[in-house]
């Protein structure tokens, strides 16, 4: 859900970032994150799990101009991808005006794939909010391993209505920003077209049930990561590497004519948002630490349960 702050004269939006497990959702926050082209980020808050993490950062992307004389300010998420933490997927999905769904294009993991959109699909409906309406842009990851599905192919079984796709390998940075772009283009054309996201018909929202299993079988989890308990490390002269396959068609140049006109917020204005975007990361950190220790509790009673 946008968020419409008139004292600082900013409109907030939230992308997140969805997919099977260790299809390279956290490659891509780090690898955004780490580029040095793009400035006005906000500190990145990792929740870790034992198998996955969860990230948020925010940034102002300046050379995107603003939305009727607001500035914009984009939030960036990833969701756990191990079906042990759907409840959580759910949660971080609350409030998004756009997803990046991550396809891992090896030929293994068509059903994972499957399976996590299908998961993606019903967390939006329980979030209320329209599968067919929020922005939606499908990177096909992987795309320089071996043994992958061309485009034309996962086309046929993710994306036979055509959503915009970006081929994509996020350890070396190729897609990433030409992925970004998009999301927030189609973010964009939301915004300026009024499109209203709301499942008004499915029921207002309860507090989410951190017990509950996922709907998807367990090759939507992919293979565990060994650790992920350590904070990322980026390195400032960190560039990104582009391929022949990446075409970034939304590509804009600072130096270009903006036909928003671009606007500057003052020292004060910039603490008083910076203070509110705390605000709101330390509720999120707050609610995933929740969230967190309930599905360590439950791992726990299975594990006594099973005896495994």
Same mark, same amino acid.
């Given at each position: 859900?946008?968020?419409?702050?008139?004292?600082?004269?900013?409109? &907030?939006?939230?992308?997140?970032?969805?997919?099977?497990?260790?299809?390279?959702?956290?490659?891509?926050?780090?690898?955004?994150?780490?580029?040095?082209?793009?400035?006005?980020?906000?500190?990145?808050?990792?929740?870790?799990?034992?198998?996955?993490?969860?990230?948020? /950062?925010?940034?102002?992307?300046?050379?995107?101009?603003?939305?009727?004389?607001?500035?914009?300010?984009?939030?960036?998420?990833?969701?756990?991808?191990?079906? /042990?933490?759907? @409840?959580?997927?759910?949660?971080?999905?609350?409030?998004?005006?756009?997803?990046?769904?991550? @396809?891992?294009?090896?030929?293994?993991?068509?059903?994972?794939?499957?399976?996590?959109?299908?998961?993606?699909?019903?967390?939006?409906?329980?979030?209320?909010?329209?599968?067919?309406?929020? +922005?939606?842009?499908?990177?096909?990851?992987?795309?320089?391993?071996?043994?992958?599905?061309?485009?034309?192919?996962?086309?046929?079984?993710?994306?036979?209505?055509?959503?915009?796709?970006?081929?994509?390998?996020?350890? &070396?940075?190729?897609?990433?920003?030409?992925?970004?772009?998009?999301?927030? +283009?189609?973010?964009?054309?939301?915004?300026?077209?009024?499109?209203?996201?709301?499942?008004?018909?499915?029921?207002?929202?309860? +507090?989410?049930?951190?017990?509950?299993? @996922?709907?998807?079988?367990?090759?939507?989890?992919?293979?565990?990561?060994?650790?992920?308990?350590?904070?990322?490390?980026?390195?400032?002269?960190?560039?990104?590497?582009?391929?022949?396959?990446?075409?970034?068609?939304?590509?804009?140049?600072?130096?270009?004519?903006?036909?928003?006109?671009?606007?500057? +917020?003052?020292?004060?204005?910039?603490?008083?948002?910076? @203070?509110?975007?705390?605000?709101?990361?330390?509720?999120?950190?707050?609610?995933?630490?929740?969230?967190?220790?309930?599905?360590?509790?439950?791992?726990?009673?299975?594990?006594?349960?099973?005896?495994?």
């Amino acid at each position: 859900m946008v968020l419409i702050n008139k004292a600082i004269n900013e409109v &907030t939006v939230k992308l997140v970032y969805y997919g099977p497990g260790l299809c390279g959702k956290t490659t891509n926050l780090e690898k955004i994150y780490g580029n040095p082209k793009l400035d006005n980020k906000g500190k990145m808050i990792s929740m870790s799990t034992e198998t996955d993490r969860t990230l948020f /950062f925010d940034f102002m992307p300046m050379e995107l101009g603003t939305i009727a004389g607001q500035k914009m300010r984009v939030q960036l998420y990833t969701v756990p991808g191990q079906v /042990f933490y759907d @409840a959580t997927r759910k949660l971080v999905l609350r409030g998004a005006d756009g997803v990046v769904f991550v @396809a891992d294009s090896q030929s293994s993991m068509r059903d994972s794939n499957l399976d996590s959109l299908e998961n993606l699909k019903t967390n939006l409906r329980i979030n209320r909010i329209d599968p067919q309406k929020v +922005a939606l842009v499908y990177q096909y990851n992987k795309r320089d391993l071996p043994n992958v599905d061309s485009v034309e192919t996962m086309n046929g079984y993710l994306n036979p209505n055509g959503v915009p796709t970006v081929e994509a390998s996020a350890i &070396t940075g190729t897609g990433v920003t030409a992925t970004l772009r998009a999301a927030v +283009a189609r973010i964009l054309d939301n915004l300026k077209n009024n499109v209203d996201t709301t499942l008004h018909e499915e029921p207002e929202l309860e +507090a989410p049930d951190m017990s509950a299993k @996922a709907g998807v079988t367990q090759m939507s989890a992919g293979t565990p990561k060994l650790s992920m308990k350590s904070t990322p490390k980026f390195d400032a002269e960190e560039t990104i590497t582009v391929s022949p396959f990446e075409v970034d068609p939304l590509d804009v140049s600072i130096e270009e004519e903006d036909p928003f006109g671009v606007m500057v +917020a003052d020292e004060r204005s910039a603490r008083d948002a910076n @203070a509110e975007l705390l605000t709101s990361a330390q509720e999120v950190v707050r609610a995933l630490e929740a969230a967190l220790e309930r599905a360590r509790a439950h791992e726990a009673a299975l594990r006594a349960k099973t005896g495994l």
